[in-house]
Structure formats: C-alpha cells, structure tokens
C-alpha cells in the first residue's frame, strides 16, 4: 500500500540530451497542479550530496522546452559510489521531507536510483534520458529523435561534399553499446553499409560491397560506424578501406558532441511531456523504482534493473532494406 | 492465387509531402533489386492519361532521398472523374506492359486507384503521403513529422516575438481534417490551447483560460488551431478573443505551404523507405488494394476503401497533458 | 567637453530583431569591462516609466549570444509620447545616477532617445535593431540577415511544393518601408519577380512576364512581394494575377511573424557584438544623439534624426540582375 | 582590344563550397541571356582534359540555386600541371570554339586558369569560391558565409552539452590557411578564445585566461582553433591544457567536412549571383586573367596573381572585442 506522496525531487544525470528541459518542465509542472512540492536538484546525484536543491514552480520552467541541454545540470559523482555518500546525499533529500525522486538519466543514473530506494526506501521513477536508445522497455528514449536528426542533417552536408568530389565517406556516430543512431541516420541518408555492436561486421563483405560499387563507377558512398561497433570506430574501417581499395578517395568524418546538443524536435518533446507527466502519477499511484516507457504508443512500467540489464534487438529486416535501397 | 507481376509504376498525387522522394527511391531500388521494371508516371493520374511515362533505374532516384517535393510531380485531373478518362490512361500502362501501381497520395490518390483495380483489374498498393495524418490504418503518413517539426520551428520563431512583446499569438496550422498537426505541434511548443477538428472547440472555455492567465500576468500565450477546425480558423477565433480579452495584444498567424516542403526527417525518411520497400513486396506477393501501413512498429495491410472511411480518433489523454503542461 | 560616465543603462524597444541579445551581452560586457555600472531597462520606454530597471553582470547576460526575441523584452509607450511622461521616466535613471543610455531600436524609439537627450541631456546612443533594415547611416541592421535567411529558408520550402505542383506563388515578406528583405530573399529564391516599395509596380509588367513565363510553360514561379509595396500585398497581387491569368495555379503564403524570431545568424550576432561595444566605446568618448552603424566595415556615427529621415536608395543593378537570372 | 566573346564555359574546382551551384546559375542564364553559348565542364580541369564538356541551357540550371555542392563536381588533376595535359585541355575547348571561361574556385584553380590564360591566350575570370576566404581581393568569397553559420550551429549544440556538464570545450573549424571562419564562428559563439593562422599562439596566455576563469568558477568554455593554426589543431591545444589544468573537464570536437556542405546562405546567394552575372559581363567587356570580388560593396576586378598572392590581414581590434566579451 502506497503511502501518499507530497514533495518530489528531479534531477538529470549522465550524458545529456536534448528534451529534458522539456521534460523537467513536464514533471515541475504536473506535480504543481497536482499538489504537490517540486525540488530541482542541481548537477545530479553530486548536487544531492553538496545540497545543492531548490524548489521549483511553474514559471520556473516557462520558455525551456525548446532548449537543448538541461537547466539542471549533469555531472558523474564518484562520491555517490559509496555508501556513506549516498546516506550524505539522502539526508539532503529528507530533511526537506522530500518523498519521491524522478531521475532523468541512463543506466548509470537508474543505478544510482535503485540504490536510493533499495537503501533507504526512497521512491524512485526512472525516465530514459539518452540520445542512444540503450535502455530496454521503450521505443522511445528522450533525445535519440533529435540526435539521429542532427546526423542526418550533418550527414547531408557531407554527402554534397562526398557528390561534388566522388567522395567515399566514413562517418562515425555515437552509440556506444547501441546501434540506433547509426542504423537509423544510416538509413535516412541512404548509407551503402551501417556497422553497428549488435551485427558482427565482416569487413571482407565491406570491402567486397564497395569493390562491386567501384566496378559500376559508383564512387560516391557513405559508411555509417556505431562508435561503439567492435571492429572500431570510422579511423580502424578508413585505414583498411584505403589499404585494400586506394582508388577510392576516403574522408573520415566523426560527428561527435553536436549529435547531444540542439532544439528537441516534436517528437522528443511529445515523448519528454508524456513521460514527465507519467512520471508523476506513477509516483503518486505508489509505484517506484520503474522506468516509464513507451511501448506501441502505451505507457508501459519497467524495473529499473531491467531496464539496464536487457538489450532490445535491432531488426534484421532492416539491414536488408539498407542492402537493397543503397545499390 | 497471384499472378507474377514484373513490371511496376509508380505516381504521386494530391497534396506534396516530404519523403515522397525517399518513398520513390525506396519503390525503384527495390523493384530493381528484386527484378522488375519500374516506370515512374508524372503529375499523377494526369501524366497517365497524357503518358507521360518514363523507365526508371536505381541512378535515376541517385541523391534524393533528402529533398523536398517529388520529382514525378502531382496535379489534380478531372478528366480521370470519367470512365473514358479511365480507360484512356490505363491503356498507357497496358501498351507498356505494366501490372502493379504504386500510388503516394491520401485519399483522393486512393480513390482513383480502386477505380484502377475494380474496372480494370489493375493490382494497386497505396501509400499514405500525407503531411495531415489522416488516413486509417497507420500510425505514420509520410511527411507527417516532417510537417510537424516546421510547424514547431515556426511556432518556435513566434514565441521569441511573442515572449519579447508579452503577446498572444494565435497560429494556423494545416489539417483540413485531422488535427494532428495541431495536436503535436502544440504539445511540443507549450500551447495555451489546442484547437481540433476532432474536438468541439468551446470558445467560452478558451476565453476563460485566458482570463485566468491574464490574473496571474501570463501575457505570453500560443493558442494553436488546425484549419479544419469546426469553429473557424485564426482568424474567426482572433476576432472574438480581441473582442472579448481587448487586453491582450493579439496577433495571427497562418503557416500555410511551408509545412509542405523541406526535406525530411530522419522518421519520414526512414517510414518512406520502409513503406516503399514493403509496397514492392506487397505486389510481388499478390496483394491489391490495399494501404501499406505501420501499426505499432508492424507492417499492416489496410483496404484502401477503409484507409479512407475510418478515422483514427485522438487520444484524450492529450487533451488533458496540454492543459496541466501550459499551466 | 565630456563628463565622464559611470552607470549605463540599456534598453530593447520596438519590433523585436534576432541579435538583441547578442547586443545586450556586448554593452553589458564592455560596460562592465571598462569600468561601468550597468542597468537593464524592461520593455523599453514602459519599464523606464514604471522604474523596472536592475543592474546587470557578466554572469545575467551568460549564453544568450545565440538567443532569439530579447530578455529586456520590448513594448510601445504612449505616456512615453507625452512630456511629463518622459519626466517621470528620466527621473528614475537620474535617482541611480545613471548617465548614458544605450537604445536598441528603430525610428521610433530613436525618436524617444532624442528626446531623452534634448530634454534632460542624457547622453543616448541608438544602436539600429530592425529587421526591415530602414534606417540610414548603415550596411547592417541587427537582425536584418536572420530575417533574410528565415525567409528564404521558408520560401525554399514553398519552392519544394511549387515546384511539385507546377504552381505560381505570391509571397510576402516583412518590410513596411524598405524592401531589403524581400529584395535580398527574392534573389536568393531565384523569384521572377520582386515587388517593393522603393520602386514604383508596374502591374502590367508583371502580367507580361507571366504571360511569357506561361507560353514557354515556366509554370513554377515565386513572386516576393514587400508588405509595404505602394501596390498592395500579395493578396492584391494574386487578385490581379487570377483574373488576367487563370491558367497558373496562383497561391499566396504570407510569411508573418517567423521572420521576427529564431536565432542570430553569425553576421547578426557579429553585428550585434561590434555595435555593442563600440556603443560604450562612443558613450565613453562623450558622443551623444548618434546612432552606431558600420559602412564599408567601418564603423561610422550618424545622428539619430538623420537615420530616422534619410533613405537608402536600393541598386537598381539588382533589379537588372533579378530580371536576367529568373529567365 | 578585346575581341567578341561567344562561346564561354565555367567550372568549378578545388574543394566545393555552398553557391557553387548558385554561381554556375547566373553565369549560365546571364550568358544566355545576353546571347553566348554556354557550356559546362565537368569535374574541373580533369573534364577538360577528358573532353567531359557540355552545353547549358536555362532549364539546365533550374532549381539549383538552393543546393549545396556542385553540379559540375570538382577534382584535383594532376596532368593538368604539365604543359601536354593542358595543351591537351585546351584543345576541347579550341574544337568548340570556347572563347572565355569562368573559373570558381580558390588558389589552385586561379592558378590553372591563368597558365591557359599565359600559354592559349585564353580569356579567363575567376570567381572565388572558397568557404575559407583565403583570397585577397574580396570582402566574400562564395561558401564563407554558410560555413561560417553551420560552424555556429555546430557549436551552439556544442554549447548545450558543454553547459550541462560544466566542460571545456575545443572545438576546430577548417581553414589551413585564414582564420577566418574560426574568427567569425568564435565571436559569433562567444568563445573564450580564438587561435589562428594569422597570430601567434601564445599558450600560457590560453592557460592564464582559463586559469582566472577557473579562479571565478566560469568552468564552461569554449575554445575554437582554426585547422591551420601554427600551435596545432584542437588536440594539440587539449593536451597541453589537460596537463597544466586538471581539474577542467576538456573535451575536443573537430567539425570537419559538414562546414563544406549545406544549402548556401541568403549572403552566399547573393555574392554568387551578383559575381556571376559580372564574371560574364567581364568576359565580354575583354577582361581576362583577373578575379571578381566585391570591396565595399563596389565589384573590384584584382589580377588571379594578386589575389593568390597577397593576405588580408585580420582586424586587431576583433581579438579585443572576443576577449572583452568572453569575460
């Protein structure tokens, strides 16, 4: 039986991305009219520690959800590794009468968070917070539509470099431990291979795809690298590539930082709302420690530790449409 | 049973929408790959009547998938209301050889090619262009995110102006019959009110909210109204605001055809890309007359007949998240 | 001789123009840089009035460089018009002991600074934020190349569906009394016609121009049309255009208040940066009643009521241009 | 005494920059329009050689004007060094009786021209087309502006994330030779600090001014370095100060390739326009061998060998105004 919530905490943590002001927005404001008290905490889990929390109202939050970046701030806490850390963190939280926490974040945040609840009984709801779509129990994470946007956008440009000069580019994106951004950009900027950490890449197929390309004069091709892909990020494939066909002109281009930054497009504006706004109703339905998700456009609840552990599978069917589309 | 089909065209009608170049690319690549001939038609049912028919090979789709518009054109064709106008084109496509159509369009593109399939036996597959959104069986149409970010990086402008000159805006947004435009792009720039086709706009309760916010000096606000909205468009509700809250300092503004163009996004290109490849597929597999859609991340044959009658209605739950998030 | 000043006070007022804020942040920096206090004034003339005015830091005028509208919001002032208002209004600078004032404006808050400065000679300094680009004494207006890039960023996509669609289409853009903008937009688009104040509509040559465009079957054509243009809107114009041409498919977009919003291009903001701080620069060096401009990239102090009275003359080289490159 | 012109033909050369395409449209359609034959050079000096020449026509340019890149593409050609390949060269254009060419491009390219100039008596004028304005002889060079602008998009996104996270960031933008598109983005970002080609690097002044900022707790900085700077790139820069100051959190981006792409900017269009409708009328008033710039808005005709030769040099007080503002 839940007990009933009156005053929440948010804060952002990791690696940011574009829609959580908009969701911070979501979150202070439905908490308001919901009756309820709404803290900001400042820098993550480190403002927690150093006390550094405010309260926050509904103009607080006016003209942010167009903003990149996060008002809150996001820092890694070593300190907050430790158990003495984290009761120094609680503490700030309690004497405040602070009764649930919405974290805004990735694995490493919801990590932090189960601690909180298991430790001391602290409700926690989780929001996935992170252009690479790694958190399993959703479709949507908040900020990959805008980073895979950002790609597309940049990879665009390149293509009319890569047109104007029958150019071979091989453009790496972020996603560590998930492909997403990479077989999404990919695909919209009609990439002719997408190397990715859940597909082993064979570079003897790369090399064998871009020979029958050369054959036919098509000079002009994109390679779109996962960061995180096992065989190396964009320099490793340039270097082989340039070994095995020299003929090729091969530019390396790695999109990096600008792919976490920007204005959150619609759809990860939606998706921030209506996360924000569950977020708050879960914690006053008395759930806790759960991620909100959105599966097939429904609002589904997963364990946090779930959330981490498990790993959504890309869908085969997509690198066949890659296949054919790019030839 | 289904006959073999082996060669194909493609067209696009009604309205523009931002992917139709990426779903004409994905049509050709695929039916190449797969062994067809594809011909492309222009200006729609016009260019079919006219035969303004054309071979189309993978090089001629090189470099589009990012640009706005369609390169086959579209047109509205009265002379295609007539049996005789009917039979005239589709004898442009029997000389030719062609057994399988492609249509991008809503649903008067979708009407046209059931007359196809029922007088002449013509297998058809439709595809849902269609920067409203209003056609059943999908929960994208092409072009509809695309629509839907440049109504938001509008709307975006206009708070800037808005928030400098403590103004109400009221903005038009396209939907003659379908309100989603209106619907995400409000949610996604903060909207006061949202005003739908769908929902029976009640002046009153918007003359009452704003009221409200003018107590509390909320003087920045965005009302956002699709234009198929039973009460009037901007205009209408303009007028009566200005009459009955003369305080406010209103201003209008109607986005009109810049929601058509642009190129798309990354969802639109790759929601194009997968519907062009699934159209082929469909064909070759005998099917007809129906929409190619996407249900909860699936691909879903809808009748073409019933992609036009029925209608998706919207969540409630919005209504609801729009009124808590403007407060 | 000049007295030396200590406490600046700057203010935003009239149509808003993207770079504002990158104005803002320049003065305060320098200001505070070179040894000032420095004051923010809220909506312009009203705030000086109602003595909402605060001391600004470096810190208050942090990442707005690339934000559109302006933070000191802006507003008109009718008490402003009369002398006891403007009283009122300079007693609330004298009572800080404030001694310069920084105008970002057009002609008619120019028009206020002068009187500041004749009545109760206050040392005023007008920085020219328009983006209509009507003031004399300047190459460059704050915000005058975002509202042209906004522009023509939107008749690009009006482009995309005109081309689609075969269509004819009047657009209009910003520009009460200067046609910069429709003039520098309309080349940029490659528009076959460009209609402005500046230069006296000569309707029948627009007719017969169409009418050639027509007979070549050049149906896809742009008309940019000055909101201030002597001969009407561009409702006005397709009005005409309907009736002697119904064979074009004739559509108006008028582009409205998204010109005013967005963020600074990079000359805006480089305008914005330059102007700012040679606006404290010329404060310092005892200059008064002269606006700030730069010519042949020099920076250049015109007197504010020779800005507000003299016109720049458009090159009638362009016309000639734009005539050519739309055949 | 010049002889007639008749026959002209353009190319583009050297790497492409954004109203390359816009250019090439206003050399074909003034040409036409006042009479000449126009033709098309593919790939730059390699088409020539390769006889890869063809006529244009109006329609050939249509709807090209918005795009990045560059229709006629662009190589490097190592045979035209020798006097056989441009013999050779020459001779294509002989057998058609091209009697002018228009060449855009940068240094490289002037430099080809005018051997065919010096050797074939060939009448030449180069346009500069380079997005790192490192001609001398122009106050714009085709590309600059929108390199300019994409670079301050990219750092704005850069911005976002650097300000969530407290970090530094430096961030390098091309240019191996003028510092000018690092100038500009810098001031344009509020960078901290801009190191170029064409001022020493004093890094312990770079260490001493972050080390204040650290003092003052100002932890988010943005540092841009031109690819040419004589210190080194951006990762040079992030060594040294992650070694001499620990406690910053640096991160390095390297924009790379997308700066070259992109549709042009309104600026970029006109320059493009306007130095192509005079490329051709200086062709037929006899010019040769001399690049068209635009000086104080006046068109300035300065010798390809100047133009190469000669340095603009960078305005001194800008490095004040970025060090002022940045603080």
């Known amino acids: 039986m839940s007990k009933k919530v009156s005053k929440i905490a948010i804060l952002t943590s990791g690696g940011d991305a574009p829609g959580m002001n908009a969701t911070i927005r979501a979150v202070v404001r439905t908490g308001v ?14 403002g927690m520690m150093e006390d550094d929390i405010f309260p926050m109202g509904s103009k607080t939050v006016a003209n942010i959800i167009q903003r990149g970046g996060t008002i809150l701030k996001s ?4 300190e907050f590794y430790t158990e003495e850390g984290r009761a120094q963190a609680y503490a700030n939280l309690k004497k405040r009468g602070i009764d649930g926490l919405v974290v805004i974040g990735g694995d490493g945040s919801f990590t932090g968070a189960m601690k909180l609840q298991n430790e001391f009984g602290l409700p926690v709801i989780g929001l996935p917070g992170t252009i690479d779509k790694d958190l399993y129990g959703t479709d949507f994470t908040i900020g990959f539509d805008t980073a895979c946007n950002t790609a597309v956008q940049a990879i665009d440009k ?6 104007a ?13 998930a492909g997403y951004i990479a077989l999404h950009s990919g695909i919209a900027t009609g990439a002719e291979t997408i190397l990715i950490p859940e597909a082993a890449t064979n570079i003897e197929d790369v090399i064998a795809s871009l020979s029958e390309k050369e054959k036919r004069k098509k000079l002009v091709n ?7 892909d096992a065989f190396g990020g964009a320099n490793e494939v340039a270097k082989i590539v340039r070994e095995r066909l020299p003929n090729f002109d091969t530019k390396v281009s790695i999109l990096g930082h600008i792919q976490r930054g920007g204005s959150p497009t619609c759809i990860d504006r939606l998706v921030a709302s209506r996360m924000g706004y569950h977020a708050v109703e879960a914690l006053i339905a008395g759930k806790s420690n759960v991620m909100v998700g959105i599966i097939n456009n429904e609002i589904v609840y997963t364990p946090l530790e779930v959330a981490i552990r498990e790993k959504d599978s890309i869908d085969e069917n997509w690198l066949r449409i890659v296949k054919i589309l790019a030839s």
């Open 33 to 46: 009219y919901l009756g309820l008290e709404v803290y900001g905490i400042m820098r993550g889990y480190s």
């Open 75 to 78: 820092a890694r806490c070593r």
């Open 165 to 177: 000069h029958d150019r071979l580019f091989i453009v790496e994106v972020m996603g560590r431990h």
């Open 222 to 228: 994109i390679i779109v690298v996962a960061e995180g």
């Open 158 to 163: 390149i293509r009319d470099t890569a047109d």
